[in-house]
């Protein structure tokens, strides 16, 4: 039997909802119940979008991993504000209600209970760039266990892939060990690979791990991050949550206000940079360099065929640029982030290598014609 479903709601659209909730168990309340940790999903029906925020962040105080679906109209301004502040990191959805045709929402909940029918819901692609890890593996270890954790929980039709950028050292093999492990301490069966590793011959400096997944892995959203266990579970999942309820095509990370035990040359070096790099980056995104960003397939086929390998670590300005030049709908979302130590970025070479990239780029892409 399906877990029971929470419907918190404030009457105020008289949604019937005994009509066609009868395959479910269900609650429907005007307030949080006092042990709501008993639900793994909820419905949240109510008009004012700061009560809608108070709800949910009060479910996910208990629950962190709680489903949750927002009903909302289609007046309702700027629905995509809904998720940006929603804690936790479980599936976000945002539905619009039609008086005239109920079934949509009960499609909707079904899709919220069972997230793992891979003919309701959409492929995601977590990509880990790796390189030379083996001296902190355990980081790697770390991060992919809290995103095991996540699909588990919360997104099912999800797959990691790593892709060695030609490493030097023994990282291969280490990457194998942690896929065997992972499977070992799956609870359920999937049809699909959970897990895939990919190594590149040569190291690209990045460039080529984000082209070889954009390539060769199907997906409807793409998520790529430094597999080093610098970012916060919860601002994944609210990245995926912003592409899959289709508000933007590309949501970028900034960590530059965030970054825990950042040294003060690495910032000043981000200032500088956001300053030279302004002029190519799409409106309101001004940090290129953060390495967390998703985007959906639409994107992915749009931005690949234009990319340059030997753009190494500039890979995600030419994203940008590329993204502006296309017109893409791009967020740029504050992200919290622990910059680790053994970092491969060397100060002097890549700053040197970035700054051609600056003049680079636009030349490459320049009779791109952004579509009217």
Known sequence: ????????????????????????????????????????????????????????????????????????????????????????????????????????????????????????????????????????????????????????????????????????????????????????????????????????VINTRKAGTYMDGLKSIQADIFLFADADNSFVIEDIARMINLIRDGYYDMVVGTKDLTAENRPLVRRMMSFMKRLLTAFLLPRGVYDSQTGLKAMNAVAARSLFRHLHEKTGLAIDLEMLHLARKYRLRVLQLPVRCIDREGSHVDLVNDSIAFIKSIILIPWWNRKIRSPR
């Not at 902190?136 to 266990?145: A, G, H, M, T, Y």
């Not at 790593?162 to 492990?181: P, Q, R």
């Open 1 to 200: 039997m399906a877990s029971e479903i929470l419907i918190l709601t404030d009457a105020e659209r008289n949604i019937q909802y005994h009509e066609f909730m009868s395959l479910y168990e269900y609650t429907v309340s005007s307030s949080i119940p006092g042990d709501p940790i008993s639900f793994e999903s909820a419905v949240i029906d109510v008009k004012s979008i700061e009560s809608m925020t108070e709800l949910a962040n009060n479910l996910r105080t208990s629950r962190p991993g709680m489903s949750l679906l927002f009903v909302i109209d289609i007046t309702t301004p700027e629905p995509e504000q809904i998720i940006r502040e929603i804690q936790g990191y479980g599936i976000v959805q945002l539905f619009i209600w039609k008086e005239d045709n109920p079934v949509p929402l009960l499609d909707r909940i079904q899709n919220l209970c069972h997230p793992e029918y891979p003919e309701k819901s959409r492929e995601i692609a977590i990509v880990l760039p790796v390189y030379n890890e083996e001296s902190r593996i355990q980081n790697v270890i770390d991060f992919s266990l809290k995103l095991q954790e996540l699909i588990e929980t919360s997104l099912m039709n999800a797959r990691i892939f790593y892709i060695n950028d030609g490493s030097s050292d023994n990282t291969s093999h280490l990457v194998e060990k942690i896929i065997a492990a992972e499977k070992e301490q799956m609870d359920y069966v999937s049809n699909t690979a959970f897990f895939s590793t990919h190594s590149l």
